[in-house]
């Protein structure tokens, strides 16, 4: 709120009327209307509702299928996250170095943050062809035989592979920038007191980055759960039966596809704490650990 | 002081394979869609390009793939652009206007309706995708572009956006237009809104390509083929590919090429913008 605001009294809830019911309407009532239907049991034809207090929670922990995928999801995200954040660390120290062609480079590294999730998943899909995917011949010479969609660690492996492809650009672009933003003193005074490059990245520019690999690390948590929705939809082609899956896709075909909406709901207030946790969790974090400058 | 260094030359290295990391896929399918599909049914994306690429490109513009006959490529094209700008325009304007009434006005109800606002960062669509898609269906918005787009503005990435943004300008130039007689309206619409150019520039291209990539959504509330956006077709087309007797990989491919162009070069064309957008917005 600024010192010198207006204060008239009608025009701010004119102003703010549009964003609060849009919110009201398609947010709340939605999460709220969640949070009820995890603990009715709907009848799968639409005739009412039947209220079962915690049983579809207590479902969901008994359901080795759910936590095959919650374990999944977890091997998933930590992989996502630590790959593409390694690789775009890497690509944006040297994209930060070298002068000859850096404004190219960077074309080159982020335009893949404009490709929908769908058609990434369809390029895995090309790469990994039985018959004659790329990739797929290419494990094949290491005796590999690489089978998307039958075999589940080959199916993880596709996924994960288009997950990290999708996400690199993201974390490129923000390295790169906290990268840029650290200033020339500063680095002429690490090169003076360090000579070893690595040493140097590793004593100042690094702590500097601090901050954006946490901000990243959320970021890409957030990725891992959510965004990879296309790219799974995709790969799996539509058949989830054997395949790996993770807790998002698996309200979408518990609750679209099976009908479970008593389930489904459960596994989205599941989430919806999950994802509160991990708010709470940024929050103490960026107040604790973390000194921004 | 030397002219080669060994470091520089794995400098380039490294950023020469990750560029053609990120290129070679797309260029892979654009191989394809310019071979007859014959040819990719035999032996799949290859070396050389062929001459296929208009014959495809029709088929994929004009030529329907579904059972209406309506969702022909120009038509999901269409489709796209509705979402990415309507989604776009639709989240700046709101999020420009609430951020507005939340910096600049004396409210009695702020922090509640800060902490309203607040609540839909946490809570993604897809986690609340089923009651959504019911409350939709409720309000006979399935298969309209209002349903596609407006459930999608229910989270407030704009607003916080610009409520950092308006606080980051000087208090002097509010008490200027006060003294100067202007009321709030004109102080919005003469002076922050200019002010806010650049910044209304780079949410419009992140917001574009956000829209223009949902696929979740359409697919749900979207089974009218006319209502199909390019992405959303995607799982049409893929689906066509399995079961026919020769698979149209040509006209697929070209597809999902013109389902990445636009967010693309909006992208590389806009991109000081657009990471100065995505930089800023996020911390």
Redesign the interface.
Known sequence: ????????RW???L??L???S??L???????A??VK?SFYLQDPFGFGETFVGAKNYAALLTSSAYLRSAEFTVIFTLLVTVLSLS?AL??AV??D??IK?AKT???????????????AG??G???F?Q????LKEFFGLFGWDFRLGVNYFDTAFAMITVAV?KQ???NF??FL?GLQSIPKSVREAALIDNRS?FGRFWDVTFPLLAPTAF?LLI?NI?YAL?DT??II??VV??EPSNNPMTL?YR??VD??RGND?GG??AQ?VV??VL??AL?VFQFRMVERRIHYT | MKLFKFSTLVDHVILILGSLVMILPVLMLLQMASTTDLETMRNGPGLVFGDQIPINFEKAMFEASGFSGENTGLRMLYNSMILGFGFAVGKIVIGMMAAYAIVYFRLRFATLAFWIIFTTLLLPLEVRILPSYEIVQKLGMLNTYQGLIIPLIASATATFFFRQFFRSVPEELIEAARIDGAGPVKFFIDILVPLSRTMIAAMFIIMFVYGWNQYLWPTMITTDEGMFTLVRGIKQITQTLEGTNLPEYGKSNILQIIAILPPVLIVIFFQSWFVKGLTESDK
Do not use: C, E, N
């Open positions: 709120m600024k010192r010198a605001g207006f204060s008239t025009l701010p809830i102003l703010l549009p964003q609060l849009i919110i309407v398609f947010f709340y009532w939605p999460a209307h969640a239907s690789i890497l690509l040297k994209a170095k070298v062609g480079y960077r074309t080159l590294l982020m335009w893949v943050y404009a490709v929908a999730p769908p058609v369809v390029i899909l090309v790469l062809d018959t004659w995917g790329p492809w690199l650009p993201v672009i923000f920038s490059g901000f970021i957030t959510f929705f296309g939809d995709t082609k539509g998002v309200v979408y609750g679209f909406l489904s709901s989205s989430l919806m994802v509160l708010t």
